[in-house]
Every structure is written in structure tokens, then in C-alpha cells.
């Protein structure tokens, strides 16, 4: 079975690999591997603190996603001897004053009404757990087992064990699709070349609709929601686990890293393909940030990035078959993708195989939209 991939994040990349490690033969095309979202984004782990109404199958996805992190990122570190900074430690949520606490009360309500383990915590006693947090913080939740993981660690790894298992890395743009008898056979590069295959996986996040020859039917409903980050470094512990806040409704997050850094985000903006960072985006980060920890200010500056989620039109990913046979779409993870990865995988290499597909993939196949496709 010969597969091309287009797009290596850590979507294309953990595909790559699974199906590799299925006996496939992969190519891998992307002219700047992992230089898309995955290499902006902070790496929550958290499918029970991002839990919105309606969205029940995603959370479902989410949790498969998470409890198979453990096992991924095992079996990844032993194989390339890289690390990926994951980490188990919960995720706390703080609100900053009664009308965020009333928000996280009703999530607590839904998240006991679906059987998700989460502690209400008073004010003290989210300071006992992160004493840098601000007297006035009036109380919150603890997902004990959500946690982060280092997406700048995660897609070297990802990329090296590729390179182990044999995955072919082409280092250009796919111009298209190449279709013969009406069916996907392969890839054209931007130079023309083809790149011939049994499959295809478009997985190039919010890039997927641009690629010529995709018949009318498969073009993919993805669009790019931007989002700006700021990263701090401490030479001291400053907060133990990801802590997230609602500050008078604004919703921040801070995730630090065993090295010291800390990742404050993110802003949500729909802009098109704008990449530039703002004065105002920056100012919102930091305004709130420092409502809930003081102290941030003390802390060295070191990078602001912004990066474009892969967003669908109701927030979840597009995994499976498309009108055209032979063309799969891996895509529209949105703010999900990091946590995403480990079961993405499991089902985009299960049916790039043609193995058994597992159960909680249903809800996420791309003809529900098939009105919407173009
Ligand atoms: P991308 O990472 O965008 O990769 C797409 C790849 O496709 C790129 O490498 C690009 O070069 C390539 N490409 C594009 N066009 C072509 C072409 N024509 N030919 C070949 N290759 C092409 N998720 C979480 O789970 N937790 C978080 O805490 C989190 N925080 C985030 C914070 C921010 C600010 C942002 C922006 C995102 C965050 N996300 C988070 C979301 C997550 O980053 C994305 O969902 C995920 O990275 C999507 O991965 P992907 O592989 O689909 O796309």
C-alpha cells in the first residue's frame, strides 16, 4: 500500500508514522514540516476543562485521546530517545470574579451530568495548590487528569520517527491531486513532479481547501482562526500545572514547562491568514494574565508567535473518505489538534489500511457536511 501525506503537522506526522508502522509505504510532503499550528500552540491536554455545551462526541474524542497519550508518547520517546515534556498533573481552572464563577458552576453541573471527574475548589484552596495566584481569585476546578505536552518537543519526535519506520519526507508544496479514472492517484508537487499512491491524505490544516484538482464535492470547509501566544521564561517555580482563568469573562491560560518556560495564550481571531502579532493581542494576554498572577510581570520575556487553527464548521475534526475514492481528509481540529493527536492517528492510519475503524471516529466523517463541501 503506497500513502502520500500532505501536511506535516503533528496530524500528518502521527499518521505518518502509525501507518508506517502498519507496513505502508508513506510519503510525507510539506515544504516546512510542523511550521503550521503545531509549532505555535501551547499543548493542553484537556478535553474535560475546553468541555462546551453540545459538543458531547468531541469530548468523547477527546477523553479516547488523552487516556491513549500515555502509551503514544511511551512508545515515541523509547523509539527516537527524544523527549516530549508530557505531563499528568491536572489542569486548574480559576474564576476571577461571581459572574466567572457562575460559568464554572453551570461546567461543573454538565461535567457531573456526563460522569467527568472534576473537584470545585473555594478560593484557599486554589492558592494552596498555586500560591502565585492572586488573593481575589474567588474559586475553581481541578481536572486531575488533564495535563500538557511540549508541541515543539512532540514534532521533532513525531518527525524522527518517521525518519526510523522509512517514511519518505518531500520538502515541497502539493499543488494538487492527481486524478486518474476518477479516483485520487497520487500527489503533483508545485514543480509539477508527481508523487503516485494507492491513497492520499490531505492533512494540511487550514490549507486543505487550496489545492487544485479537487473535484467538486471534497473541497474541505476549513477555515483559519488565529490565535497569538506569549512565552515567559522563570528561573524559579512559578505555578506547578496549566492553570486557565476566566477574568471577567476573557478566557487565558498559562502552561509551564519543566524548563522554566511558560506559555500564556491565546487569543481567538477570525482574520483570514494573518499571521502578525498586535499590540492589543499581547495587551490582552498579559492584562489578564496578571489579574490571576501578579507575579507574571517579574517574569522574562521571550517570544510572541501567532499561529492559525484548522477550523470546521462545528469545531471538530474531518477524519474519512471523501466523494473522491482514494482521497481521505485529516483536518479541522481547530484547538484540539495537540490533544488530538494520539487517537487521530489511531483511526486515519486504521482506514488508510483499510483496518477496523474505532467506534468513537463515527461522528466526525466529512460527508456530514456534505452540504457545505464544494
Ligand atoms: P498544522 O499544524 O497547521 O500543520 C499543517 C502543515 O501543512 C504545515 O506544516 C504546513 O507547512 C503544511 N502545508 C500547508 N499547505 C501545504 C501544501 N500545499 N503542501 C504540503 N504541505 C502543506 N491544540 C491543543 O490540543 N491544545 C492546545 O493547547 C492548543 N493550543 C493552541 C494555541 C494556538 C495559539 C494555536 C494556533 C493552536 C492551538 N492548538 C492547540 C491547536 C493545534 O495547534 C492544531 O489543532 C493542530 O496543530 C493542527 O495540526 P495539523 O497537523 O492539522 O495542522
Redesign the pocket.
Known sequence: MEIVI???????LATAWRAAAGGAAVTL??????????S?????LTPVSELTYGEEPLLRLGLASRDRYGAFVAELEELTGLGTGHRTDGILEVAFDADDLTYLDDLRRFQDELGIPAEALTGRECRRLEPMLAPGVRGGLLAPEDGSID?RRLAPALLAACERLGVRLVRR??AGILVERDAAAGVRLDDGTPVRADKVLL?????SD??EGLPPGTVPPVRPVK???IRLRTAVPFIQRSTRGLVRGSSVYLVPRADGEIVV??TQEELGFDTRVTAGGLWELLRDARELLPGITELEFTEVSA????GSPDNAPMMGPTALPGLLLG?G????????TPVSADILAAMLLDGPVPDVARPFSPDRFSSEVH
Open positions: 500532505i501536511g506535516a503537522g503533528v496530524i500528518g510532503v510539506d515544504p516546512a514540516p510542523a511550521s503550521g499550528a503545531s505555535v500552540a501551547a499543548g493542553m508541541p508544496r502539493a492533512a494540511a490544516g487550514p490549507w487550496g489545492l490565535g497569538q501566544v495564550g491565546a499561529g492559525l487553527r484548522p483536518t481540529h481547530f484547538r484540539n489538534g495537540i490533544l488530538l
